[in-house]
């Protein structure tokens, strides 16, 4: 029977050991990600000599993540999972949010085949050039780089970028409040009001979580904030978080560009995390013109 434990920041280090087994692209497969989310998925996790485990339950019914493990370890952390709710819970095994390398892991193994496996494209996370996103070099990226240069001429002199640490918190808190009460209407998943509460679980833990943060101040105002993590084994930038006052043209392409430039100069590659179905975020998104999509998948068990 596996313990299972509850996402605070004080397992970070913890995460980091099982994360560096495997090259893992997805944001789900890092702690940022399930820290944010813990509360809106009841999540907690458990670990032993090959894998960490994420498990979690929403009315009622259980399911799991993608465990953190090795490629080789991957059928028996699947076989350990299914010994939990089968013997264990006495329930059928349900795993979401797995990406393709540990998908076909499986099904060539024959793991799956009492098992349905469904795409979800709204779950993809979209991959990045980090270069491309600092430069905006090239022709599909012109119009964003017009739109920062626009945003350099128009407020030039007003306007700095600065990284944030422990000492603003107070000051994002406030204009994270302001951003979310003009978007909850466009809602699709209901997750906004949950976001907000991993946002400032995540503010309130300051001091004990290992992350970076990065703000453009406009007459000493704060009026955009981005949160990250990167993983050094796959040299590759998370970017969690991103707020800014949408009425400023051309202000998210500039923190954008600013954040991974200041805070993460040595990454090759950006996740700059999925779309959850809303398309105006989808074609935002798109139109920074991903290198792929890092595809998740949702696994029934049928039988």
Not at 48 to 75: Q, T
Not at 161 to 177: D, G, M, P, Q, R
């Amino acid at each position: 029977m596996m313990k299972l434990r509850p996402i605070n920041p004080f397992v970070q280090s913890t995460f980091q050991k099982y994360e560096l087994l495997r090259p893992c692209f997805m944001s789900e497969g890092h702690f940022l990600n399930q820290f944010l989310w813990e509360n809106y998925y009841n999540t907690k996790f458990s670990c032993d000599d090959i894998a960490l485990y994420l498990f979690f339950e929403r009315d009622g019914k259980k399911g799991a993540f993608c465990p953190l493990c090795s490629v080789d370890n991957l059928p028996e952390a699947f076989q350990r999972m299914e010994h939990q709710f089968h013997e264990i819970w006495g329930t059928t095994m349900n795993v979401y949010l797995v990406d393709t390398l540990t998908k076909d892991v499986w099904q060539s193994t024959g793991l799956l085949s009492g098992f349905s496996i469904h795409a979800d494209r709204d779950s993809s996370d979209y991959i990045y050039e980090a270069e491309k996103l600092k430069t905006l070099s090239g022709r599909a990226l012109h119009k964003k780089k017009n739109l920062v240069n626009s945003f350099l001429r128009e407020y030039e002199g007003h306007f700095s970028y600065e990284t944030l640490s422990c000492a603003n918190i107070e000051e994002v808190k406030e204009f994270h409040e302001k951003w979310l009460d003009e978007r909850r209407i466009d809602d699709k998943y209901n997750c906004i009001d949950n976001e907000e509460e991993g946002v400032y679980r995540l503010l309130g833990n300051c001091k004990s979580v290992d992350c970076h943060m990065g703000g453009i101040r406009m007459d000493g105002d704060l009026v955009a904030y981005t949160i990250g993590s990167y993983c050094p084994s796959i040299q590759c930038a998370f970017i969690h978080i991103e707020k800014a006052n949408s009425e400023i043209k051309g202000l998210y392409n500039y923190i954008n560009q600013q954040f991974l430039i200041h805070e993460f100069p040595d990454a090759h590659y950006v996740n700059r995390e999925d779309d959850l179905g809303q398309e105006n975020l989808r074609q935002a998104k798109l139109s920074y013109r991903p290198i792929r999509l890092e595809e998740k998948f949702n696994i029934y068990e049928t039988t």
